[in-house]
């Protein structure tokens, strides 16, 4: 189900601000799960040691914003996943196998053939040696890429929407910002941006359809790169 705060009219240039995970990408739980019985692991090791364990949420926090790199937080991860655990590319290995939204990106190359101005707005989990945008192929979709590990600022921290805003350089009220997370939306509501709360892909994509006038299906061609 989908939540917006406002319709927007008119066709003049808008701005869609899309999170990457969950929304670029299909949700990554049912992967995790399955990669970590591959692994050894008990399903839900992935989840509960990066949201739940204190040193695993403090690793993933300073990943986030660029105060460690993916490297140093493989090692210290694969530790407290067992130590059996082969840190080399962990986060590469987590996320190889989670697809892209392919209805998604066929939205966001409509929305941009349209004139409509793109903002990649997401919490990183790493650039190196695994690169998730460029593993599914959507870097080059966006005009505009706000990473927090790039800017050293993470959702929900109001600021890092007004920097996304500020680069993306289309007022609040004709931006649309998509999120899979309910709690990184309050902030960028308050700022007169238009939210979209995408927990399924299919709503997500029909709702932006009508907010910004294109048609997903109108791409002729692979929906990802």
């Given at each position: 189900?989908?939540?917006?705060?406002k319709?927007?009219?008119?066709?003049?240039?808008?701005?869609?601000?899309?999170?990457?995970?969950?929304?670029?990408?299909?949700?990554?739980v049912?992967?995790?799960?399955?990669?970590?019985?591959s692994?050894?692991?008990?399903?839900?090791?992935?989840?509960?040691?990066?949201?739940?364990?204190?040193?695993?949420?403090?690793?993933?926090?300073?990943?986030?914003?660029?105060?460690?790199?993916q490297?140093?937080?493989?090692?210290?991860?694969?530790?407290?996943?067992?130590?059996?655990?082969?840190?080399?590319?962990?986060?590469?290995?987590?996320?190889?196998?989670?697809?892209?939204?392919?209805?998604?990106?066929?939205?966001?190359?409509?929305?941009?053939?349209?004139?409509?101005?793109?903002?990649?707005?997401?919490?990183?989990?790493?650039?190196?040696?695994?690169?998730?945008?460029?593993?599914?192929g959507?870097?080059?979709?966006?005009?505009?890429?706000?990473?927090?590990?790039?800017?050293?600022?993470?959702?929900?921290?109001?600021a890092?929407?007004?920097?996304?805003?500020?680069?993306?350089?289309?007022?609040?009220?004709?931006?649309?910002?998509?999120?899979?997370?309910?709690?990184?939306?309050?902030?960028?509501?308050?700022?007169?941006?238009?939210?979209?709360?995408?927990?399924?892909e299919?709503?997500?994509?029909?709702?932006?359809?009508?907010?910004?006038?294109?048609?997903?299906?109108?791409?002729?061609?692979?929906?990802?790169?």
């Open positions: 189900m989908t939540h917006s705060t319709a927007l009219g008119g066709h003049d240039q808008r701005g869609l601000i899309l999170d990457f995970a969950g929304v670029l990408t299909a949700s990554p049912n992967v995790h799960r399955a990669w970590c019985v692994e050894g692991l008990a399903p839900g090791a992935w989840r509960s040691t990066l949201n739940g364990h204190p040193e695993g949420r403090r690793l993933y926090t300073a990943l986030e914003i660029g105060e460690i790199g490297t140093e937080w493989n090692q210290g991860t694969a530790a407290l996943l067992g130590e059996h655990m082969d840190p080399v590319n962990l986060m590469g290995r987590a996320w190889a196998k989670v697809p892209v939204a392919r209805r998604m990106v066929a939205l966001a190359r409509a929305a941009r053939a349209a004139g409509h101005r793109l903002a990649l707005l997401s919490n990183s989990f790493g650039l190196d040696p695994f690169n998730p945008y460029e593993h599914v959507i870097w080059d979709l966006f005009d505009v890429h706000v990473v927090s590990e790039l800017v050293g600022l993470a959702k929900p921290d109001p890092i929407y007004q920097l996304t805003l500020e680069l993306i350089g289309v007022p609040a009220e004709r931006c649309v910002f998509v999120d899979d997370h309910a709690i990184n939306l309050p902030p960028a509501a308050e700022l007169g941006i238009t939210t979209v709360h995408a927990t399924d299919d709503t997500a994509v029909a709702e932006l359809e009508a907010l910004l006038g294109v048609t997903a299906a109108s791409v002729v061609g692979p929906t990802a790169l």
